[in-house]
């Protein structure tokens, strides 16, 4: 047993097969009476196996194989050895690099331009539904609630998703589109940046409150090194209607891949210039001039 949540619980298995190690979610349908907990957990069950091969991107956890045995149902996905999740990194003392948020954040905006390509919204995008592997690369996790087109286990009636990352309109329950998901995925990047979340509210019904009508504090209130273009971006993302956002995953990818241009040529300004402070400082170079020392960098 490697997991365990309010609708299964998750093994670690072989497959032998492949050669490969796999996750095995087995879902909890066994909920002591609870019809409402029951039906939710079918739900998720069929949202999930119905995406079985349909979601094939590097940045995406893939789904193998579902099934039930045994009336236990089932799906198996990939296991990622010693995978933490983005959870980690939304605390003030634990925050990552900026240019390292903006490269995960890209991943994840192609990953889900790539779902809702194929007809498929997340609506669940959070912190703890992003892995990390150990070389630090990406895989959004849990479709257990996403919305599928043509398909009809695609609304779970009574999940919305986690209220701090939802928008306006998921809030209010109003048609959601893929825009829905960059909303929360710039929800996601506020609070990586900040350790903070865009909204703070002392019960739910101030925070969904919030969500639909305040506006969050600036990003360089809270973090004075971001760069003002990126908090552009997330601002962009956090438009209450969503006709004002990215239109596409792939538009806000696009946003930040300008934003890491600029912070790579940025670091590398500065990495410049410590070169040169070093140099400066050893006994060889005392009697270059300052624009000698350039010319040797």
């Given at each position: 047993?490697?997991?365990?949540?309010?609708?299964?619980?998750?093994?670690?298995?072989?497959?032998?097969?492949?050669?490969?190690?796999?996750?095995?979610?087995?879902?909890?349908?066994?909920?002591?009476?609870?019809?409402?907990?029951?039906?939710?957990?079918?739900?998720?069950?069929?949202?999930?196996?119905h995406l079985v091969g349909m979601l094939q991107h590097p940045h995406i956890l893939p789904i193998y194989d579902a099934g039930e045995e045994n009336g236990h149902r089932y799906i198996v996905?990939?296991?990622v050895h010693g995978a933490r999740t983005l959870a980690a990194y939304c605390r003030p003392d634990n925050l990552l690099r900026i240019d390292d948020t903006v490269e995960i954040m890209f991943k994840c905006a192609k990953a889900l331009h790539y779902a809702h390509s194929r007809g498929v919204i997340h609506r669940d995008v959070k912190p703890s539904n992003i892995m990390l592997t150990q070389d630090s690369d990406v895989r959004i996790i849990d479709f257990g609630i996403a919305?599928?087109?043509?398909?009809?286990?695609?609304?779970?009636?009574?999940?919305?998703?986690?209220?701090?990352?939802?928008?306006?309109?998921?809030?209010?329950?109003?048609?959601?589109?893929?825009?829905?998901d960059l909303y929360s995925l710039g929800a996601m990047m506020y609070e990586l940046l900040t350790g903070a979340r865009p909204f703070r509210a002392g019960n739910?019904?101030?925070?969904?409150?919030?969500?639909?009508?305040?506006t969050p504090p600036p990003i360089h209130t809270l973090r004075k090194d971001v760069p003002?273009?990126?908090?552009?971006?997330?601002?962009?993302?956090?438009?209450?209607?969503?006709?004002k956002r990215c239109k596409s995953g792939l538009d806000f990818a696009a946003d930040l891949t300008r934003v890491h241009q600029r912070l790579r040529e940025a670091?590398?300004?500065?990495?410049?210039?410590?070169?040169?402070?070093?140099?400066?400082?050893?006994?060889?170079?005392?009697?270059?001039?300052?624009?000698?020392?350039w010319e040797v960098l």
């Open positions: 047993e490697v997991g365990r949540g309010s609708t299964g619980v998750v093994y670690l298995s072989h497959d032998a097969y492949y050669g490969r190690d796999v996750a095995i979610k087995v879902y909890n349908m066994d909920t002591g009476g609870d019809e409402e907990r029951a039906r939710i957990a079918r739900k998720m069950f069929l949202s999930e196996a996905t990939e296991h919305l599928v087109s043509d398909s009809d286990v695609s609304r779970i009636e009574g999940i919305a998703g986690s209220p701090s990352y939802m928008s306006p309109e998921q809030v209010q329950s109003l048609e959601l589109t893929n825009r829905s739910l019904h101030k925070l969904l409150h919030q969500i639909v009508y305040a003002e273009e990126l908090e552009t971006v997330v601002a962009t993302a956090l438009q209450k209607d969503p006709q670091n590398a300004r500065i990495d410049r210039q410590e070169q040169f402070g070093v140099l400066r400082r050893l006994k060889f170079f005392h009697e270059f001039s300052h624009a000698e020392i």
